[in-house]
Nanobody
Framework: QVQVVERGGGSVQPGGSLRLSCEAS????????MYWYRQAPGKEREFVSE???????KYAESLRGRFTIARGAAKSSNYLQMNRLTVDDAAVYYC?????????????????WGKGTQVTVSS
């Protein structure tokens, strides 16, 4: 079983920045596609960003230019830099990791979710 852990949540004022990190417990020969989603109270979970095994990033259109995703030192990790935060960015942020292909052991294949980290934006 692969564990996914998010870190870096907290409370900031509007206009502030936070950097979230995500790490999967297995660093194997799998291909790692890593995603961020968020869910605010009373709202559905929404896509934030992703970075695929080749390091290609994607963003929700509304967040492009403020959020940046990057690989960590290990391909099983990533960082999400969030700048110019607004109250609308407040949510629980979840990291999801898909292990696939390559020389990935069959028992590791699949999609895994972390428990989330809270981001609060208020003055």
């Amino acid at each position: 079983q692969v564990q996914v852990v998010e870190r870096g949540g907290g409370s900031v004022q509007p206009g502030g920045s936070l950097r979230l990190s995500c790490e999967a417990s297995e660093d194997s020969d799998c291909f790692y596609d890593m995603y961020w989603y968020r869910q605010a109270p009373g709202k559905e979970r929404e896509f934030v960003s992703e970075i695929d095994n080749d390091g290609h990033p994607k963003y929700a259109e509304s967040l492009r230019g403020r959020f940046t995703i990057a690989r960590g030192a290990a391909k099983s990790s990533n960082y999400l830099q969030m700048n110019r935060l607004t109250v609308d960015d407040a949510a629980v942020y979840y990291c999801s990791v898909t292990l696939r292909g390559g020389s990935c052991p069959v028992w590791l294949l699949g999609n895994y979710w972390g428990k989330g980290t809270q981001v609060t934006v208020s003055s």
